[in-house]
């Protein structure tokens, strides 16, 4: 399984190849079928695999572990810049990039990742609601508007990794995106 996650996450879904998978699984065709059914199969047990990982669980450990939103957010964007540079794996993360470039064939694999990217957003809105309930954030602060703006410096800051940034410079983004975080 985790070859199959390294090779996705470096290549993508559409990229990579039954036979590309099968070789480094060390793996005859035949034996990838009959334990997973097809590539698409593999794909969805290969980010549920990466999601339990502590490289794609980060974000809601912290969600879960921090007493407060921002903490939370906080600990998600600075462990995203940690996590995403860090030349043990390919950059970025997983669900955000193995679907970019996707061909018509692939829209499966699209809606997927995109309904575990939209799955994210709504446990940020969550938490989010939960602080204004709780003051931590004001009356006018907009939940919705605020996971948005979070999700895209997230899904920013994987693409700035697989381009090359470093984790300096990721975690000046994280510090800038936490500048606007409203007052209470």
């Not at 502590?54 to 007493?67: I, K, N, S, W, Y």
């Given at each position: 399984m985790d070859a199959a996650t390294l090779l996705f996450w470096e290549r993508g879904y559409e990229a990579t190849s039954i036979g590309e998978l099968t070789e480094a699984m060390g793996i005859r065709p035949g034996s990838l079928y009959a334990a997973f059914g097809d590539k698409m199969s593999l794909f969805k047990e290969v980010v549920e695999h990466y999601g339990r990982s502590?490289?794609?669980?980060?974000?809601?450990?912290?969600?879960?572990?921090?007493?407060s939103a921002r903490a939370a957010f906080a600990r998600i964007l600075r462990e995203a810049a940690d996590i995403y540079p860090d030349p043990t794996h390919p950059a970025g993360c997983l669900t955000i990039s193995a679907a970019t470039n996707v061909a018509r064939s692939g829209d499966e694999a699209e809606a997927f990742l995109r309904d575990l990217r939209n799955r994210n957003l709504a446990a940020f809105e969550a938490r989010l609601s939960e602080a204004r309930r709780d003051d931590e954030l004001p009356v006018s602060a907009d939940p919705h508007r605020l996971a948005a703006f979070f999700a895209a410096v997230i899904q920013g800051m994987s693409q700035r990794a697989?381009?090359?940034?470093?984790?300096?410079?990721?975690?000046?983004t994280a510090d800038l995106a936490l500048g606007v975080w409203p007052k209470a």
């Open positions: 502590p490289l794609g669980a980060f974000v809601g450990v912290a969600l879960d572990e921090e007493p697989r381009d090359g940034a470093t984790a300096d410079e990721l975690r000046a």
